[in-house]
Structures are given as structure tokens and as C-alpha cells.
């Protein structure tokens, strides 16, 4: 017999990359779906980084909304008919956004989506990203110690990436 999936909302540590996204969109101020949508596309300046479908944003959205990070502000007229419906950021959403943008990055495998995620989404909002890049320097100094002088494969890749992670930062400064 197949487990159960449970439909319960994940807790508000556990919000994937696509709804953190979608909230730094939203936290430039009130949009509609389509046009954060727009913003993820590949070639938007999250997206390039980033991206979702158009229905995976309305997805994150909605999932934001049941979380009460954002909410329905009013509707406009849309251009092929119908209403879009504008969603703002709430205190609690602007509140947890300010958090996860201070919070570096625990595992080297998440520093290219994860990481770069949080610098563009810190930039295009106008935060500060020094905390953040000093507090990742200091766990990344550790993966680059931990793994030094290894013949491991594996060890060996993860220390020349916890270098190149470490080039990357140094160059933020």
C-alpha cells in the first residue's frame, strides 16, 4: 500500500529556492503572477539564476500566500482578458526574507543555486550582503581545511570547490 503524501504546508524552514525567489520578486513590491513570472524566466535577472515555469510561480505564490508571507492586495485588468490578481509581501514574509538573506549556506554542494540565489535576490532588493559573504567565508574556510591534502576523488573535488567558492567570495569584498 502507497504511503500517504501529506498535503500539510512545510514549515517556514523549508521553503524551496522557486518560493524564496518568487518572494524576492515580490519584496521589490506589489506585482501580479505573470509578471514575477516574467522576472524568472530564464533571462530575467533572478532567473538566470533561478528560473520557474509560469505555473510552477503561480504554484509558489499560492504557497506563500498559505503562509502568510504574501497576500492578495486587489486585482488589475489583464491583457488578454480577465483579472490579474496583485499580491504584496506581508511584515512576517519581509521578516523571513531579511533572515534567510543572512543566513549563509551549509552544504558546498548548494553554494551555486542556493547562495548565488540569495546574493542577486540581497541585490536587486537593495540588502547588504556583507554579513552573509563574511558569515560563508568562515564555513567555507572550513570545507577548504577540512578537505585539504586528500587522494579521496571525491575529497579532492570538494576541495578545489571549496577553493574556487572561496575566489568567489574574496572577489565580493
Not at 529556492?17 to 513570472?37: D, I, M, R, S, T
Not at 512576517?92 to 533572515?99: C, F
Not at 556583507?130 to 567565508?137: E, F, K, P
Not at 581545511?145 to 568567489?168: I, Y
Request: proline share 3%; net charge positive; hydrophobic share 45%.
Amino acid at each position: 500500500m502507497a504511503t500517504p503524501v501529506s498535503r500539510a504546508p512545510r514549515d517556514t524552514s523549508q521553503l524551496l529556492l522557486g518560493e524564496w525567489a518568487c518572494l524576492g520578486v515580490l519584496a521589490q513590491g506589489p506585482n501580479h503572477g505573470f509578471a514575477v513570472a516574467q522576472e524568472l524566466r530564464v533571462t530575467g535577472n533572478i532567473g538566470r539564476v533561478w528560473s520557474l515555469t509560469r505555473p510552477l510561480t503561480y504554484r509558489a505564490i499560492d504557497q506563500l500566500i498559505a503562509r502568510g508571507y504574501v497576500e492578495v492586495i486587489g486585482e488589475e485588468p489583464g491583457t488578454a482578458g480577465g483579472n490579474r490578481t496583485i499580491v504584496a509581501v506581508t511584515r512576517s514574509g519581509r521578516a523571513a526574507l531579511r533572515s534567510w538573506l543572512r543566513t549563509p549556506v551549509t552544504h558546498l554542494r548548494d553554494l551555486r543555486s542556493e547562495l548565488l540565489l540569495k546574493i542577486v535576490v540581497a541585490e536587486t532588493n537593495g540588502v547588504d550582503t556583507s554579513a552573509l559573504i563574511s558569515a560563508q567565508r568562515i564555513i567555507v574556510d572550513d570545507f577548504v581545511k577540512a578537505n585539504r591534502g586528500s587522494r579521496d576523488v571525491v575529497t579532492s573535488w570538494r576541495h578545489e570547490m571549496a577553493l574556487a567558492a572561496k575566489r568567489f567570495l574574496d572577489k565580493l569584498d
